[in-house]
């Protein structure tokens, strides 16, 4: 919380922003700070997805037209996306409170709100990627099938992105205080699963 305050508009020099980042690779609970004030404009160098070329006109001309779907895709597969997606998958391979790894998935979901204006599911990452499969039949989703086929394993990940919350979390740590590695063992299995998804939108599934 204190280094998302201090990354407010006009606190500090972008020179200050990068010594604290360069920081945040000893803690990465100072990562979720730069993704809760700076989600598009990280100081990470990353690529923009390689399909996204491919599929930009069509994209931005669905977006155009009030697309959540479109406007998302354009949204995470463009440099700054994948830079928040790759920030995410730091953050999560090795957090070390429960309280890192409940704020990283609330800044997630927010990202991908969009996409659930009805709000948080509290569901099991079992449930969303279950739920994910009918969203793709959806009015939104499936005007960027129509024009995109080949997208669905990224709107699916989308989807289930937009509803991770504590529900995902409950099954493994409801009732414990488990921290360090410990905390990280028994959120294994759904760490895996999330991961899948995230790596879905970074071209690497």
């Known amino acids: 919380e204190s280094v998302r ?15 604290l980042w ?7 609970a100072y990562l979720v700070g730069f993704l809760a004030a700076l989600p598009d404009q990280l100081p990470l160098a990353v690529s923009e997805h390689p399909g996204l070329r491919t599929r930009y006109n069509c994209l931005e001309r669905l977006a155009g037209g009030g697309n959540p779907c479109a406007e998302l895709l354009l949204r995470i597969l463009q440099a700054p996306g994948q830079a928040f997606l790759d920030t995410v998958q730091t953050v999560l391979k ?3 409170t429960q309280e890192v790894v409940n ?7 927010d ?7 009805e709000g948080d599911p509290d569901l099991p990452i079992e449930g969303l990627i279950e739920e994910a499969a009918g969203f793709c039949g959806k009015a939104d989703a499936a005007g960027c099938l129509h024009a995109a086929p080949e997208l669905e ?3 699916r990940a989308m989807r289930v992105l937009s509803g991770v919350g504590y529900g995902i979390l409950r099954p ?20 895996r699963l999330l991961r899948l ?3 879905a939108l970074r071209g690497t599934t």
Do not use: C, W
């Open 172 to 191: 493994a740590l409801g009732g414990t205080t488990a921290i360090g590695s410990l905390m990280r063992r028994k959120l294994e299995p759904t760490m």
């Open 153 to 155: 394993s990224q709107i």
């Open 197 to 199: 998804q995230l790596e």
């Open 94 to 96: 090795k957090p070390a």
């Open 103 to 109: 704020a990283t998935l609330d800044l997630v979901a």
């Open 5 to 19: 305050l201090v990354l407010q508009p006009g606190l500090i020099s972008d020179q200050k922003k990068l010594a």
């Open 111 to 117: 990202y991908f709100r969009p996409l659930r204006p």
């Open 22 to 28: 360069h920081k945040a690779g000893r803690r990465n």
